[in-house]
Structure formats: structure tokens, C-alpha cells
């Protein structure tokens, strides 16, 4: 990895683990995304939005533009879905 790739890596494995993933979870993830970085995939995760709500037992805080559920009620994300990479239209980056 290059200087850049380490700052992104580092950057993602403290939001992954403030998100309530074990380390080993959080490096394996931050390593995905270095790939998908370098392949020009623009898919992202829940990990990265910055409407991800909450640690270990998420939601979304932007459902109804991210299509997620009815109602409030139903934003919650399962650990599977959160980790997917997946285009999103209420993704916003989270910032740095």
C-alpha cells in the first residue's frame, strides 16, 4: 500500500471498530476496500455513509431516500447488509 492507501486504511479501521466490529472484522473490510478502491468500483458499504446510525445494532438515518423500509421503524440494517458492497441513493460519504 502507498502512503494514501495506509491513511484510508487506518481511517476506515477506526470508523469499523467505533461501529462495533472486532478488529479482525475491521481489517479484513478495510483490506476489501483498498481492492475495490483500486479497481475503480464505486460501490460502497453502510460503514462508509455517514446516515449509519448507531454501534453493533444499526440504522439508517436517511431510509426513505436509501429505500429502505416504510417507515422509521424499519431502518434497521442487518450486520449483512452493512458490510455488502452495494449503490445506495442515500449514500453521503462520511466525512474525514
Known sequence: MNTAEIDTFTERLARFTDKGLTLDDAEALADKLVLRD???????????????????????????????????????LAHGLVVMLQQCTGFKEQAR
Open 38 to 76: 483500486r479497481d475503480g468500483d464505486h460501490r460502497r458499504q453502510c460503514l462508509e455513509c455517514a446516515h449509519l446510525q448507531g454501534v453493533d445494532r444499526w440504522s439508517c438515518g436517511n431510509w426513505k431516500q436509501a429505500t429502505i423500509g416504510t417507515r422509521p421503524a424499519d431502518a434497521g
